[in-house]
């Protein structure tokens, strides 16, 4: 019976997960394909691009929503074991990345990230997520190495503070979906950000 649910849950997650709000919101707000702007990628980034803030953070919003639901349900209404709730997780993930909707080329899976890590029953992750992305951001000119930063070093952080073995798993898996799906971006070298270079160099 548990492994029916876990099935469920996993499934529905995918589906969830699928779902492309971005693309859907371009069409109804917009009146455009948000895939013919910026980097082609069917979110939210593009959303922006095509149409402006509200629109945008619309798309953010619902992108960072559709990670939470199943994976809140794996740990709170069914108890479900630590390895469960990982392969819910991951399964959300890896239908907005590969969007059977959208001839599984979904998106880049960063705002899901969010909203699965938001879900799961321990929080690290989550913070050393957020902060190392900020830093990420602030510091390097490719916005595609920072979300690597956010990931390879929160994977560093669990393995390091002996976390959850199988939030390893999680992290380890979500670098690899984040290398696979930022892989054209992250054949360029990262460099610093123009301001910072700036005040190194004072």
Request: glycine fraction near 12%; charged fraction near 10%.
């Amino acid at each position: 019976m548990e492994m029916v649910t876990i099935i469920m849950l996993a499934l529905g997650a995918f589906l969830l997960g699928a779902c492309p709000f971005s693309v859907i919101i371009g069409r109804i707000f917009l009146h455009k394909d948000i895939r013919d702007y910026g980097d082609g990628n069917p979110g939210a980034a593009n959303v922006f691009r095509a149409g402006g803030n509200k629109t945008g953070y619309l798309a953010v919003l619902l992108d960072v929503v559709k990670g939470v639901p199943f994976v809140f349900l794996a740990h709170l209404t069914y108890d479900l074991a630590s390895m469960a709730v990982v392969i819910i997780g991951l399964c959300a993930i890896l239908g907005h990345a590969f969007s059977p909707f959208l001839s599984f080329r979904g998106g880049k899976a960063i705002a899901i990230t969010f909203g699965v890590l938001v879900a799961m029953p321990q929080h690290e992750a989550l913070f050393a997520f957020i902060i190392l992305v900020i830093i990420g951001a602030l510091l390097i000119d490719n916005d595609s190495w920072g979300m690597m930063l956010g990931a390879s070093g929160t994977l560093a952080f669990l393995a390091i503070t002996g976390q959850n073995g199988w939030e390893l798993v999680l992290m380890l898996c979500i670098l690899v979906i984040f290398t696979v799906k930022q892989f054209n971006e992250l054949r360029s070298m990262p460099g610093l950000r123009g301001r910072l270079v700036r005040w190194l160099s004072r």
